[in-house]
């Protein structure tokens, strides 16, 4: 497909996370909306794999492979157009942010800021107002400073 996908019809979503639990949890929330998860990836080569059938991506920051979410990222949006929601509990590792990137969501996360950020993601209006510091839309990004030190 490539980077000219239509905003509005994004559904497919991929998830990069090399945590299992982490992952089924996000796939749960997502499958539960009506989202449809194509794949789930532990590392870049498994996403890059599954990359050319998603419109949406998920993508934590430390893979099985080490640091790699953030050029993954990258990747993903300049080779197949794919929009990405970062989720991490290290939102300073994004030092370069994907052209595509829609929105960081810190971990922990709750339902609410997944479905936020997938249906932001989907190009529809959501209001981000009660996601307050754990779902920042990249529009808004201004680095890991939008995050409180925990």
Same mark, same amino acid.
């Given at each position: ?7 509005? #019809? !994004? ?12 992952? %089924? ?14 794949? &789930? ?25 080490? @640091? +790699?979410? @953030? #050029? ?15 989720? +991490?509990?290290?939102?300073?590792? &994004?030092?370069?942010?994907?052209? +595509?990137?829609?929105?960081? &969501? ?7 800021? &997944?479905?936020?950020?997938? #249906?932001?993601? /989907? ?10 510091? %754990?779902?920042? @839309? ?9 995050? /409180? !030190?925990?």
């Amino acid at each position: 497909m490539g980077p000219e996908r239509d905003i509005m #019809t !994004a559904k497919s979503i991929l998830i990069v996370e090399d945590e299992i639990f982490v992952a %089924m949890d996000i796939e749960r929330i997502l499958v539960d909306a009506g989202f449809r998860v194509i794949a &789930i990836a532990a590392d870049s080569d498994e996403a890059i794999a599954a990359a050319e059938a998603a419109d949406i991506a998920f993508v934590d920051l430390n893979l099985r492979d080490g @640091p +790699t979410g @953030p #050029t993954l990222a990258r990747a993903l949006g300049e080779r197949y157009g794919v929009r990405v929601v970062y989720v +991490t509990a290290n939102p300073a590792q &994004i030092d370069v942010p994907a052209k +595509t990137a829609i929105a960081c &969501i810190r971990k922990p996360f709750d339902d609410a800021a &997944i479905l936020a950020a997938a #249906t932001l993601a /989907s190009g529809q209006d959501v209001d981000v107002t009660p996601h307050g510091e %754990m779902m920042i @839309p990249m529009s808004r990004w201004n680095g890991a400073s939008h995050f /409180s !030190a925990d």
